[in-house]
């Protein structure tokens, strides 16, 4: 029997290269360097392709992503809708020209050209979107008091995970959903 090996790698992919995860979120070349040198390490059977993985849709989105000169991760400033019925004012991200999906994309791209493992694309999965657009209190709230807008903007946020999960699996690559939150389901009034 195989057993894989199959440890996810974010941050410490720019640790093993002297970069902050900030440095290697924003630069292509240290991102990819970092991600392989991670590989020739630990020699994993697969490589997720992420670092600050809730931070690349809301940016391409429109969210600002506060960078940090030492250890800590970006992460994300605000909310994006002060109210749900924004969503209506949102477009769908194009992964191969917004924001830093490009990015993540050709990178996944070259580190399965130059290593053997499997390769992994990394999306934000759509419930833990909806939180960081409206706000994780705010989204409880809106289960409650406007459970036909929050579907709304989980249908929008649906839409922002297929179309970036598609641009990955279209190269040949797999795909790791990334669902830290899960809600309740919606509630009928």
């Given at each position: 029997m195989v057993i894989k090996f199959l440890p996810t790698i974010y941050e410490h992919s720019a640790a093993v290269v002297g970069a902050?995860?900030?440095e290697a979120a924003y630069d292509y070349e240290l991102f990819v360097r970092g991600q392989i040198r991670a590989y020739e390490l630990y020699s994993h059977d697969l490589i997720t392709v992420g670092i600050d993985i809730y931070n690349v849709e809301a940016e391409a989105l429109g969210?600002?992503?506060?960078?940090?000169d030492d250890?800590?991760?970006?992460?994300?400033?605000?909310?994006?809708?002060?109210?749900?019925?924004?969503v209506s004012d949102l477009k769908?991200?194009?992964?191969?020209?917004?924001?830093?999906?490009?990015?993540?994309?050709?990178?996944?791209?070259?580190?399965?050209?130059?290593?053997k493992a499997a390769v992994n694309g990394c999306i934000t999965g759509p419930y833990t979107l909806a939180a960081i657009l409206r706000g994780y209190e705010n989204l409880i709230i809106d289960l409650?008091?406007?459970?036909?807008?929050?579907?709304?903007?989980?249908?929008?946020?649906?839409?922002?995970?297929?179309?970036?999960?598609?641009?990955?699996?279209?190269?040949?690559?797999?795909?790791?959903?990334?669902?830290s939150w899960i809600a309740p389901p919606l509630l009928n009034p």
């Open positions: 902050t995860p900030s969210m600002k992503v506060i960078r940090y250890d800590t991760l970006p992460s994300i400033q605000g909310i994006l809708l002060d109210e749900l019925e924004q769908v991200p194009d992964p191969h020209r917004d924001g830093r999906m490009p990015m993540f994309l050709a990178a996944a791209e070259e580190i399965s050209k130059k290593t409650h008091t406007d459970p036909d807008e929050v579907k709304q903007l989980l249908e929008f946020t649906y839409k922002v995970c297929v179309e970036y999960g598609k641009a990955y699996i279209d190269m040949g690559l797999g795909l790791s959903v990334n669902e």
